[in-house]
């Protein structure tokens, strides 16, 4: 039944599975509409199962093809978004408190707050605001890259990389967490409390750096497609230092340029008040831990399913 199945799609669907059973059994009337979230998961594994045994039969032609290579990339919204609405679960309230609180043992402040309080500068805020953006170009970039280049080495740059979001995603559900903006205002109806809301002593944005495009561009995204509580581990820094790792291995021309892109935008999670510094912490232990393991289940599983129809070559560890 699941003899085509390579490392993404146990992965995908091992996911999606794990949240439908989620929501079945734990949603506590916390999650609206969870019966068609559930059923929604349900039709999702249906229906990659049946594109995979449809792809390996030699039907469908190219959409089938598109579809079977690059369905876990056309999920990552739609199951990123969904954490926003699953994360009440198991914490009632977000748990920012406990990061605060964290944050403020270890540095005595907020840095989070602090850091571009101390930095108000035009010039400063958009190179951080570019260098967060840097993140979906670096995903998009490095996928299109490799995609040219080689397909063996993109599906595993897919692979590895939806393994490390599915987790973290997972997490999100878990430990909802929703990073400094709260210091600035209600997030999802939920305000800090106010012996926690007094520990940054400012709540506001400067002026100078709220007129620059990169910081209203990235407004717009957050509006648009921000899941609430998505803050620890932070899957910006994970992934970014993940597409880092293909570019050492694969892309060696960019690989230098592209370090020093991922080391500002983890400085930039802080600047630019995403996330507490514990939620950089995380995310590098994340990929620390979750790059070798992707790696290791990925060659294990590729091995196993045997060369696709569609890649030139066999895949080679090396």
């Known amino acids: 039944?699941?003899?085509?199945?390579?490392?993404?799609?146990?992965?995908?669907?091992?996911?999606?599975?794990?949240?439908?059973?989620?929501?079945?059994?734990?949603?506590n009337g916390t999650v609206p509409g969870?019966?068609?979230?559930?059923?929604?998961?349900?039709l999702c594994l249906v229906l990659t199962h049946l594109l995979i045994q449809r792809y390996e039969q030699g039907g469908g032609g190219r959409v089938i093809s598109f579809l079977r290579h690059f369905y876990p990339v056309l999920l990552y919204v739609a199951l990123f978004r969904e954490t926003g609405s699953l994360n009440r679960m198991f914490f009632r309230d977000y748990i920012d408190p406990l990061a605060i609180h964290c944050e403020q043992a270890l540095f005595g402040c907020q840095p989070s707050v602090l850091f571009m309080e101390k930095l108000p500068y035009l010039v400063v805020s958009e190179l951080f605001y570019i260098s967060y953006f840097s993140y979906y170009i670096m995903v998009v970039g490095v996928g299109i890259a490799l995609f040219?280049?080689?397909?063996?080495?993109?599906?595993?740059?897919?692979?590895?990389?939806?393994?490390?979001?599915?987790?973290c995603y997972a997490i999100y559900i878990f430990?909802?967490?929703?990073?400094?903006?709260?210091?600035?205002?209600?997030?999802?109806?939920?305000?800090?409390?106010?012996?926690?809301?007094?520990?940054?002593?400012?709540?506001?944005?400067?002026?100078?750096?709220?007129?620059?495009?990169?910081?209203?561009?990235?407004?717009v995204i957050y509006e648009l497609f921000e899941a609430p509580g998505a803050a620890f581990p932070s899957s910006h820094v994970a992934v970014?230092?993940?597409?880092?790792?293909?570019?050492?291995?694969?892309?060696?021309r960019i690989r230098i340029i592209h370090l020093v892109m991922a080391l500002l935008l983890c400085a930039s999670t802080i600047y630019c008040r995403y996330h507490y510094i514990v939620d950089v912490v995380g995310g590098v232990i994340t990929v620390a831990i979750l790059l070798p393991l992707g790696n290791f289940l990925y060659w294990k599983f590729e091995r196993k399913a045997g060369p696709d129809p569609l890649l030139t070559e066999i895949p080679s560890e090396k």
């Not at 996911?15 to 439908?20: G, I, P």
């Not at 929703?178 to 809301?197: H, K, S, T």
């Not at 993940?242 to 060696?252: A, E, N, Q």
Request: positive net charge.
């Open 148 to 167: 040219v280049r080689n397909r063996v080495q993109f599906f595993h740059f897919v692979s590895v990389i939806s393994f490390v979001f599915y987790i």
């Open 175 to 219: 430990l909802p967490v929703v990073g400094p903006r709260l210091f600035i205002r209600e997030i999802d109806g939920y305000a800090l409390p106010m012996a926690v809301w007094e520990l940054a002593s400012v709540h506001t944005y400067p002026d100078a750096v709220t007129v620059g495009p990169f910081y209203n561009i990235m407004a």
């Open 34 to 42: 969870w019966q068609w979230l559930a059923g929604g998961h349900v």
């Open 240 to 252: 970014s230092l993940c597409t880092v790792y293909f570019s050492f291995k694969y892309l060696p």
């Open 1 to 27: 039944m699941f003899k085509h199945y390579r490392f993404i799609d146990y992965a995908t669907q091992g996911y999606v599975l794990f949240v439908a059973v989620l929501i079945l059994f734990f949603h």
